[in-house]
């Protein structure tokens, strides 16, 4: 009986941290003129709310964060920058897995997007 109370305990708290953990969706990289507008958006298209970062990546693998916090369902969390060079999108969400939000990274003055996946 105490090796299944041990064992159930312990699944409940693998269950938990599973809930917790962060999941990482990533862009295709896209490429930049001097002064061009780029924008990375993420809905939260789940019914909860969940936990946003957006971090720009260049191509030497310098990191621009902006931690959006607590994203309601149906609101966005939008990263602009104006960029030159190559650079892709990283979306980090807690409380929610791949399907719980839409995101894009697009050079506004190209026309040019990436789904982030």
């Given at each position: 009986?105490?090796?299944y ?22 862009s ?18 789940a ?9 720009l ?9 902006v ?16 960029a030159?060079?190559s ?5 980090t ?10 995101a ?12 982030a996946?």
């Amino acid at each position: 009986m105490k090796l299944y109370a041990a064992i159930l305990g312990l699944a409940i708290l693998i269950g938990a941290g599973l809930a917790e953990a962060a999941t990482t969706l990533v862009s295709g990289s896209l490429t930049f003129l001097a002064g061009d507008l780029g924008a990375c958006e993420v809905v939260n298209a789940a019914g909860h709310e969940l936990q946003i970062d957006i971090t720009l990546v260049d191509a030497d693998g310098t990191e621009f964060p902006v931690a959006c916090g607590t994203v309601e369902p149906g609101h966005t969390c939008r990263h602009p920058v104006t960029a030159a060079g190559s650079l892709y999108c990283k979306v980090t969400v807690t409380g929610g897995g791949k399907d719980s939000v839409r995101a894009t990274w697009c050079n506004v003055n190209s026309g040019n997007c990436s789904e982030a996946r």
